[in-house]
């Protein structure tokens, strides 16, 4: 049982179980450029007609720059509010911080068709709803906990005396802040950016419900796909999928080099 | 640093911003859609009242509580496959793999957690199609053509594409950070491989592995695209209900139950799920 035929039986099935994960991915590049309407094997001719069709239509360009500015307000507001939240954790013990934390650590572990209809009354009752901000708003909620996590397992490697002695040389406590702690997180930072802006950018049902007539691209996406097979859903998602991993694997690479750096 | 009694605008400072952002756009909504259980909808406009109608009517409907006991089988049944995919895979990363090799597998099964849900789904869409492409592959060897669009393994097949490889990280995760020692002093005591799993590793990850496997339940009893898109939800799961009285009727408070209903299954089953997970095995001190 032990030895090199499990370790290649093993190997076989981890790659079975990344064949699943990532065939989804795979097949929506491979059938973004596949001429045929509905999409098997053996493959159609290469085509670029589906690509052709999504840059022609304004309603398309017209999500992406919704998306964009959805997502990046929202990793902006998400990284602030979470910095403050990791900041206070860090420094700071008192009393109710149990229920503290709870505040911002809570809504990921809601679903997200809960949150959708919570937020859908809510806004429409304070008359906040149907505007891209409706989204912006929803999003930073969703979102903040990430960011307060990416910068607090920053925090947690920076020794706490740093900020003291920054003190004790006569430094504020402001300056400390501008001088030692910001310029520490940052690539925590950068990182949280990445990743809220890459979770808001794929966020549809909240997005969905509270948005109006202001559709991202995940809006376009599920309306499409509502409708009937149609292909030029790959080609949307191809761009979808760059824009979210180029995020994703740029908020790893910065997080982590930095860590190796600060280890070595 | 300042007194007690002064106001520390400092602290304030970073301690506000999220109570003041999260009553009013997390809690708020929460608090709200409790009490809009409780209004009624009358010529399609929801009025503030205090009245039971709303449960009373949702909570005594058959397809209601079809729905209830349906999604809460299919999300548990596919947390428990996702489960046990994962873990010869988790076990091969933490025990068999260069700790390069799995901090690169982690690193490539993150990716698929923050890029679109909905495309990937679609794509599936695609590939179990009747003359899709799995379909084909089958052909080629003479089986099949299978129906997997529209049933129950439509249905589990996107439950997965969700929960599969956060199953498969958190168990790795995991498995990684037990004490090696004490496999191998399980082994040279002549433990056999299964049983030192079942003995040693299990035991020891039982915190890990019933908060991964909370985690897969959540992700599937909130989802409404694999049962709505996969499933062809003939049978609505309770997010495809929440979905439809919420979009077509207006039916707000009544989605509001359903979803109140979602909310109090959700903590009994995360609050059993950490107990189980706290508990200490017997005999233990």
Known sequence: MHGRGLNIILGVYVALIFTFVFAPIFFSLVFSFNSQRFPTIPLGEFSTEWYAKILSDPDIWQAVRNSVIVSTTTAILATTLGFCTAYTDFRYNFRFKGPYLALILLPPTIPLIIMALAMLAWLSRLGLSGQLWSIIMAHSVLTAPFAMAIIRLRLHQMDPDLEAAAWNLGGTEWQAMRHVIVPFCMPAIISSLCLTAAVSFDEFAVAWFVSGLNKTVPIVILEIVQGNIDPQVNAIGTFVFLTSISLVVAAQVIFISRQIKSHS | ?285
């Open chain 2, 1 to 285: 640093m300042s007194t007690k009694h002064k106001i520390d605008l400092y602290a304030l400072t970073w301690r506000l911003p999220i109570i003041l952002w999260q009553l009013i756009f997390f809690v708020g909504p929460v608090v709200f859609m409790i009490a809009i259980s409780f209004f009624v909808v009358k010529n399609y406009r929801m009025t503030e009242a205090f009245e039971f109608v709303n449960w009373q009517r949702m909570l005594t409907r058959g397809y209601f509580w079809d729905s209830y006991w349906y999604t809460l089988f299919i999300a548990s049944l596919s947390a428990a496959i996702a489960m046990m995919l994962a873990f010869p895979a988790a076990w091969a990363l933490a025990f068999r793999a260069s700790e390069n090799l799995r901090r690169w597998a982690v690193f490539l099964l993150i990716i698929p957690f923050f890029t679109s849900y909905l495309v990937r789904t679609f794509s599936w869409y695609v590939i179990l199609a009747e003359s899709g492409v799995l379909n084909a592959m089958l052909g080629y060897v003479g089986l099949g053509p299978f129906k997997m669009l529209n049933t129950h393994f439509g249905t589990v097949v996107g439950y997965l594409t969700l929960t599969l490889p956060l199953a498969v990280i958190l168990q790795t995760v995991t498995m990684a950070n037990i004490d090696k020692t004490l496999v191998e002093a399980a082994r040279n005591l002549g433990c056999k491989p299964l049983s030192t799993i079942w003995r040693v590793v299990l035991p020891l990850s039982k915190t890990g592995f019933v908060v991964t496997a909370l985690f897969c339940f959540i992700l599937a009893f909130g989802d409404f695209v694999a049962p709505f898109y996969l499933g062809g939800s003939q049978e609505p799961t309770l997010p495809i209900l929440i979905l439809d009285t919420t979009k077509s009727g207006q039916q707000w408070p009544r989605a509001a139950v359903v979803a109140i209903m979602m909310m109090l299954t959700l903590f009994a089953v995360a609050f059993t799920a950490i107990m189980l997970a706290y508990r200490k095995p017997k005999g233990a001190r």
